[in-house]
């Protein structure tokens, strides 16, 4: 066995200790910490993920997010999960206040993390719906009637916070600019973007198999600027994910407090 491999293995017998102990809050916290240590230090994420794979602690931590137990909890706390969370409750905010106004609203790469959750069973003729992952589209299409506008149909708000993930920075201009050509007059478009280093970006690359791309508040203003577009972003009270709304320069928008 490889020397590096050898002591991913021994760590992570420590911290599954720590959980059959019942230590999950301090199991987290340890896994997370190195996962985030060894991303940092430039540790090749296919040997990480590679070693993680092969241990028994994968299963117990691959349905972490999802279940209601202390170790669920634990992971909730952790920086990346209350971005999600945010990420969530401010798409499901906004795509209410839409809906409820008979905004033309779009969902891009979006709408899985149950932002749709307050329309549940309401008509969804001014929504529609785009998404790169074939399994997803099929998903919300089941769950939802979503409007299938015509070819150059234009866009009161597209939601797309969870688009930029995909998105490398080199291309992120080039892909808003496309994005914003879809607004209509007075249109925004709704982005967010987790940050580099962010707590828990080695769970969210190791454990979770997200191949996670980050952006700064520079890189997201560089892009809206090169859209033609102003720009309003804040972060979450984790300081994980950044919460960005463009719009047309001149454009204006209501103050929104931080969650």
Do not use: Y
Request: proline share 3%; net charge neutral; with cysteine.
């Amino acid at each position: 066995m490889e020397p590096a491999l050898n002591s991913h293995q021994q760590f992570f017998d420590r911290v599954l200790g720590e959980f059959e102990a019942g230590h999950a809050g301090e199991a987290v916290l340890m896994l997370s910490g190195m996962l985030d240590a060894s991303l940092d230090r430039g540790e090749g994420l296919a040997e990480l993920r590679s070693a993680f794979t092969a241990h028994p602690l994968s299963t117990l931590c691959r349905h972490a997010a999802k279940s209601g137990n202390r170790l669920g909890d634990a992971v909730s706390r952790l920086g990346f999960a209350r971005g999600l969370a945010a990420r969530s409750e401010l798409g499901g905010q906004a795509i209410e206040r839409a809906w409820q106004a008979g905004k033309q609203i779009l969902l891009l790469d979006c709408g899985e993390r149950g932002e749709l959750a307050r329309l549940q069973a309401l008509p969804l003729d001014n929504v529609a719906l785009e998404h790169g992952d074939p399994a997803q589209f099929a998903l919300l299409a089941s769950r939802h009637a979503f409007a299938a506008p015509e070819p150059g149909h234009r866009f009161d708000l597209i939601l797309a916070t969870g688009w930029a993930d995909r998105c490398r920075s080199a291309d992120l201009s080039d892909r808003t600019s496309r994005i914003a050509g879809r607004l209509a007059h007075g249109g925004r478009l709704l982005l967010s973007a987790f940050v580099p280093g962010h707590l828990g970006c080695g769970w969210q690359s190791v454990c979770m198999g997200r191949d996670l791309h980050c952006h700064d508040e520079d890189g997201l203003a560089a892009a809206a600027s090169a859209a033609g577009l102003s720009i309003t972003q804040f972060r979450d009270s984790s300081s994980s994910l950044i919460w960005a709304e463009l719009r047309r320069a001149g454009a204006t928008s209501p103050a929104r407090r931080q969650p």
